[in-house]
């Protein structure tokens, strides 16, 4: 079990360009969660696949974000045209189905800054 | 909805001495209820979980919780903390059941004094 892995775990860009991360979850997990998390904030919900399917997507998740997760083992989520507000840490999780024991592991995270 | 409430930002308290981080939560649903903590620049650990069953959990790294339904609390403590137990504490809610969008509380930082 290697745990939850991102990448890059940091990503510096000029406002205006794109960005994609990418989160590998733990293998027999099908369930995948992206937060964001800015600076004297807990974390807050993006959206969450189960196995390829993209089940629920959070408002904050504003039309220049995507996520996909193409085979239901890695998933990518892209930030287009990015904004000084898009700065934050960007968490991965993973779970396994079903049953009352689900907790999710999070990744170490990616942290980016939009200048 | 859900919500999760950590009063303190900040708690400094002397090695070895005991500490209790306070987290309450509201929901219309019955809830699992966990304890994550973070150190700088890394991701979230679990430290513990309630979801069913004794209200007094235990957790790694010495730290236990109890869950108070009439209160609407599930408070972290420890009975004596370490210089490595500095980092930041999130406290964190979900509906039992189902898939689990979990919200997290702001965070307390625990700064243990030499």
């Known amino acids: 079990d290697t745990g939850v892995s991102q990448d890059p775990r940091h990503k510096i860009t000029k406002r205006g360009q794109n960005v994609t991360f990418r989160c590998d979850p733990i293998s027999e997990h099908n369930r995948l969660y992206w937060y964001r998390q800015t600076l004297g904030q807990g974390p807050e919900f993006l959206t969450y696949f189960q196995n390829e399917a993209q089940l629920e997507k959070s408002r904050l998740l504003s039309d220049r974000f995507s996520a996909e997760r193409p085979k239901g083992s890695f998933s990518t989520l892209e930030i287009q045209r990015t904004e000084q507000g898009d700065s934050a840490m960007y968490l991965c999780?993973?779970?396994?189905?079903?049953?009352?024991?689900?907790?999710?592991?999070f990744g170490p995270g990616t942290r980016l800054l939009v200048l | 909805a859900q919500s999760v409430t950590q009063l303190d930002s900040q708690v400094p308290v002397f090695e070895e001495a005991p500490v209790e981080l306070r987290c309450n939560y509201s929901?219309?649903?019955?809830?699992?209820l966990f304890w994550y903590v973070q150190y700088p620049n890394q991701g979230l650990q679990l430290l513990l979980k309630y979801l069913s069953g004794s209200t007094l959990v235990k957790g790694i790294n010495g730290f236990e919780a109890e869950f108070n339904k009439s209160q609407t609390s599930f408070h972290l403590r420890k009975p004596s903390v370490h210089i490595s137990d500095t980092a930041e504490y999130f406290c964190?809610?979900?509906?039992?059941?189902?898939?689990?969008?979990?919200?997290f509380g702001t965070g307390t930082k625990l700064q243990v004094i030499p």
């Open positions: 964190a809610v979900s509906p039992s059941g189902g898939y689990q969008k979990v919200t």
């Open positions: 999780a993973s779970s396994s189905t079903p049953g009352s024991q689900e907790t999710q592991y």
């Open positions: 929901s219309s649903v019955s809830v699992y």
